[in-house]
């Protein structure tokens, strides 16, 4: 079985033990009995993603202002950035049910639903930040952490007075600091150049020597009815999760808000991580070896998911529509792949 979810059936995030479990925490969407099945917008123009840490300032005052927007508007508001947020709160903290399995609840990490979701939940993103300043060519930028000038928060994610701001992160980790892809809190992070090879270590790993076939990128199967499963593809499990970690607030109890599930999506960096993360799909496909394709197993392909779109309809979507990001009509700026001969 494909695993869609169930819409009618939202209810309030309860436990699992990959979630934090928050008794009051409402992350379904505002109700509506009308879905429609998602078709591709005619004519639209090619969205290029941009390095955050090379745009420019044009862009900046764009996002910036088409952020504003979207913190402005009320919460219920589907278009609201407390619903994009809730988003991720409802797909991991089980609110939703899967369609004809009333008591399996849904979570799309750890398998092989965790990029495929996350590409389609960054595509009503965009899209809708593009519509609320009526610029269709309006892309996200994505957090180049692969690379050495994309290692620390990017620039516009760190002005408090941005509304691109988010106070949940950790102080110790504000630019100029690098990333380290290999974070835990209990070991020490190099520093300088050491870093940054380490760093190129990990990439080259996680995506060349660990990635050789479908299964071990995208992750483990999970079909519907099925109980969720603890099969993360390399990238999921390293460095994505580290990544979370290291930007939330260490003191705060969850480390929001970076650091949970329930809480990441209300920090706007959030999106520019994934859209790394959501990159390296593409990256992975274009490496030698033919296994490096999208899985072909139908359950993966007619699995679907709920977003309200730009038009705030709430619409189906398929992971069969999200596996050319051409087709979806963005591309991601090309920039140099510096691990690519990282090989230990
Ligand atoms: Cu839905 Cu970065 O996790």
């Known amino acids: 079985f494909a695993a869609p979810v169930d819409a009618t059936k939202c209810g309030n995030a309860d436990t699992l033990p990959t979630c934090t479990n928050i008794k009051d925490a409402n992350c379904c969407p505002p109700p509506n009995p009308n879905i429609i099945d998602f078709t591709f917008p005619t004519n639209q123009p090619l969205r290029i993603r941009p390095a955050a840490q090379l745009a ?40 939703y049910e899967m369609v004809g399995f009333p008591n399996v609840k849904m979570d799309v990490h750890f398998s092989w639903l965790f990029f495929p979701f996350h590409r389609w939940y ?43 701001y988010d106070k949940l992160r950790d102080d110790n980790h504000q630019p100029p600091l690098k990333i380290d892809l290999n974070y835990s809190k209990s070991n020490p992070s190099p520093v300088g150049n050491e870093l940054i090879e380490a760093n190129y270590k990990v990439m080259y790993t996680q995506m060349v020597s660990s990635s050789k076939t479908p299964e071990l990128f995208f992750g483990g199967a999970y079909r519907g009815g099925e109980p969720q499963v603890k099969a993360a593809g390399a990238i999921e499990n390293q460095p994505h999760t580290a990544l979370h970690i290291w930007t939330g607030d260490p003191n705060q109890k969850y480390g929001e808000d970076m650091g949970r599930f329930f809480s990441a999506g209300r920090d706007p960096l959030f999106y520019s991580h994934h859209a790394n993360v959501d990159r390296m799909w593409n990256i992975w496909k274009t490496l030698p070896g033919k296994n490096r394709k999208d899985i072909e197993d139908p359950d993966w392909l007619d699995s679907a998911f709920l977003f309200y779109d730009e038009n705030e309809k709430l619409v189906r979507v398929k992971i069969r529509d999200c596996v050319d990001t051409k087709k979806m009509g963005y591309v991601y700026q090309d920039v140099p792949v510096p691990w690519l001969g990282a090989r230990s």
């Open 56 to 95: 420019d300032k044009k862009y900046v005052e764009k996002y910036n202002k088409a952020m504003q927007i979207m913190r402005s508007l009320p919460k219920e508001h589907p278009h609201s950035f407390a619903q994009q947020a809730a988003i991720h709160c409802a797909y991991c903290d089980s609110s």
């Open 122 to 164: 960054l595509y009503f993103y965009e899209k809708i930040l593009g519509k609320l300043i009526g610029d269709p060519t309006f892309a996200i930028p994505f957090w180049n952490w692969d690379s050495p000038d994309g290692m620390p928060i990017p620039a516009m994610f760190a002005n408090p007075s941005s509304p691109l």
